[in-house]
């Protein structure tokens, strides 16, 4: 069984940046892929971003270019830059990984950009 754990998310104003960290509870080697979604009041749960264990990564075109995902296997972390920050990116943001053929979640954290 595989534990997400996400930290990082904050208030911060439009413009400003936030770095999200999801720290499994044992290897993320073998989890394949690694993602964060985000899901706003009263909208859908959508993929941010996912990075594969090669290192390949793919990004919504809503955050292309302002958010990065990177992952460190050596410390079982997944992490999200997120920069440029605009208010339409409040949202709670949930880590996911795909392993044995399930799909695990964190808990979430929230993201609240002001205007």
């Known amino acids: 069984q595989v534990q997400l754990v996400e930290s990082g998310g904050g208030l911060v104003q439009a413009g400003g940046s936030l770095r999200l960290s999801c720290a499994a509870s044992?290897?993320?080697?073998?989890?394949?892929?690694m993602g964060w979604y985000r899901q706003a009041p009263g909208k859908l749960r959508e993929l941010v971003a996912h990075?594969?264990?090669?290192?390949?990564?793919t990004y919504a075109d809503s955050v292309k270019g302002r958010f990065t995902i990177s992952r460190d296997n050596a410390k079982n972390t997944v992490y999200l830059q997120m920069n440029s920050l605009k208010p339409e990116d409040t949202a709670v943001y949930y880590c996911?990984?795909?392993?044995?053929?399930?799909?695990?979640w964190g808990q979430g954290t929230q993201v609240t950009v002001s205007s």
């Open positions: 996911a990984g795909s392993f044995s053929g399930y799909i695990y």
């Open positions: 990075i594969t264990g090669g290192g390949r990564t």
């Open positions: 044992g290897s993320i080697a073998s989890i394949n892929p």
